[in-house]
């Protein structure tokens, strides 16, 4: 079957615009995460959502980053007023809500670059 | 002090050897442990997971759980160049718990 999809695949924004990054998980999974991926830093946790709440937001830098998720599906990961060191892959994982709910199915991320 | 810590390399080995790859944590509520590879321009997939402590094989691949050391592992035998990637610990509380990653350790396996 389809697995997690991402676009865009590639973004490139000015210092200062907002971006929507978006995240389509497996259909039937219920929780949903974002991550940020930088050069040496590993996968930096940002967000977390069970349905279409949002339990652990412990992980956004700002309040520049926001998320949203609709319909227990498709989610939106919003960054305002963009800065360099917004700069990374944006990652998408959604989880089997059965006993294998520890593996996460990654998509492919969205590369940002912030000039 | 990071959750979760792990060499970045990069390693590279030559074909046919055996590769020793680690992690360490310092959150002893970490009862799920799971080791992922990342190839270049790709999400990390899961290769391996281990709840609790033992160990766990599959195939040239063999994960390692220490929780008394607070040390996990990841073992590949006969290493080939297909095995040339990333690869990311993680691990978890449980269930509807953040997961903690490694910053990834970078692999090469020469011809």
């Known amino acids: 079957g389809a697995g997690v999809s991402q676009s865009p695949s590639n973004k490139v924004t000015e210092k200062g615009k907002d971006v929507e990054l978006r995240c389509d998980p497996i259909s039937g999974h219920t929780a949903l995460y974002w991550y940020r991926q930088s050069l040496g830093q590993g996968l930096e946790f940002l967000i977390y959502f069970q349905g279409n709440s949002a339990p652990d937001k412990s992980g956004l830098p700002s309040d520049r980053f926001s998320a949203e998720r609709t319909g227990g599906s498709v989610s939106t990961l919003t960054i305002q007023r963009t800065q360099q060191e917004d700069s990374a892959v944006y990652l998408c994982?959604?989880?089997?809500?059965?006993?294998?709910?520890?593996?996460?199915?990654f998509g492919p991320g969205t590369r940002l670059t912030v000039t | 002090q990071k959750e979760v810590e792990q060499d970045p390399g990069p390693l590279s080995v030559p074909e046919g050897a055996i590769v020793s790859l680690n992690c360490t944590y310092s959150?002893?509520?970490?009862?799920?442990f799971m080791w992922y590879r990342q190839y270049s321009r790709k999400g990390p997939e899961l290769l391996m997971y281990t709840y609790s402590s033992g160990n766990k094989e599959d195939g040239r691949f063999t994960a390692q759980v220490d929780k008394s050391s607070k040390y996990i592992s990841l073992f590949i035998r006969d290493s080939q160049p297909s095995d040339s990637a990333t690869y990311l610990c993680a691990m978890s509380g449980g269930p509807g718990n953040q997961f903690y990653f490694g910053t990834g350790t970078s692999l090469t396996v020469i011809p």
């Open positions: 994982a959604s989880t089997d809500p059965g006993v294998l709910s520890y593996e996460q199915y």
């Open positions: 959150n002893s509520a970490f009862q799920y």
